[in-house]
């Protein structure tokens, strides 16, 4: 489970990112390794763990296009067992039309990502499962630094003891020795969505996790979204060979419900307590 730094990033000078929800709690629980490696089986662990010290959200940024066997069950036992806990899940980074699991569960937020334009994120997963979308940064974007920023704890002294400096960085998803790294992913995305869930959260603890969900779907908007000519292309294709039913519309099948909106989603849960 990778923990979710952006969205609560708080700076200790005052220089910095500043993130969704700076005032959250984190509990870190770490299952990669430094090549990226996990156990299905350690991820299932860390959710349980999470749960049991009583996460109000969890952000799984990983995901793989075939389940893992005793995945669904876990997650379901957990959900259940916690009904006011709220799962968020990466959708992908495979560019296919179905999004990962376990973002496609039921009960679990899938989250894709958009660049800075406006447009799905060139790699990201977008139809059918999808949920929301969020900032994912986007590399490829023409002219612009269209990544997302972040950095890690790697500039602590402590961190390094017993480590010899990187002269080189070791993983594409690991800064060297706290250098901010523009990335992308809809590992990004996904805990965007989270910090919102946070901010929510920070509203009204109790609010059960079916309203809340209500609420990020229903103030999630299409405004400042739009549709490549690639991905226009893309949908009347795969209309065209009977893949999208004539009831999903363009928007829907790459953006899901729409783009999440933090104020808009923390003002509803204000007028509802």
């Given amino acids: 489970m990778r923990c979710c ?3 609560a990033a708080k700076p200790q000078n005052g220089k910095g990112l500043l993130g969704v929800a700076p005032n959250a709690q984190i509990l870190p629980v770490r299952l990669f390794g430094l090549n990226g490696s996990y156990s299905p089986a350690a991820y299932i662990e860390a959710i349980g763990y999470a749960a049991d010290r009583g996460a109000d959200v969890i952000n799984l940024s990983l995901g ?3 389940p893992t066997s005793g995945e669904e069950e876990a997650i379901a036992d957990v959900l259940k067992a916690n009904p006011k806990l709220v799962i968020v899940a990466a959708a992908g980074n495979e560019n296919t039309n179905k999004v990962t699991f376990p973002a496609a569960y039921p009960g679990v937020i899938s989250v894709a990502a958009t660049n800075i334009t406006g447009n799905r994120a060139s790699y990201s997963n977008y139809g059918q499962g999808l949920d929301l979308v969020a900032p994912g940064g986007d590399l490829n974007t023409p002219g612009l630094l269209g990544g997302i920023p972040t950095t890690g704890g790697t500039s602590l002294n402590a961190f390094w003891q017993g480590i010899p400096n990187p ?5 594409s998803v690991v800064d060297g020795r706290g250098k901010y790294w523009w990335v992308q992913g809809t590992s990004f995305a996904s805990p965007t969505v989270a910090g919102v869930v946070a901010l929510m959260k920070g509203e009204n603890k109790g609010i059960s996790r079916e309203r809340l969900v209500s609420i990020l779907k229903s103030t999630a908007s ?3 979204l739009t549709i490549s000519q690639q991905d226009a292309k893309l949908y ?3 209309r065209r060979d009977g893949e999208i039913s004539a009831s999903v519309k363009e928007q829907e ?3 899901g419900k ?3 909106n933090a104020d808009a989603a923390v003002q509803a849960v204000k007028r509802r307590r």
């Fill in 5 to 7: 730094k952006q969205f």
């Fill in 167 to 171: 002269s080189t960085r070791w993983s």
């Fill in 64 to 66: 793989s296009s075939l």
């Fill in 236 to 238: 009347r294709l795969q």
């Fill in 222 to 224: 299409y405004q400042g």
């Fill in 258 to 260: 729409g783009l999440v």
């Fill in 253 to 255: 099948y790459f953006f």
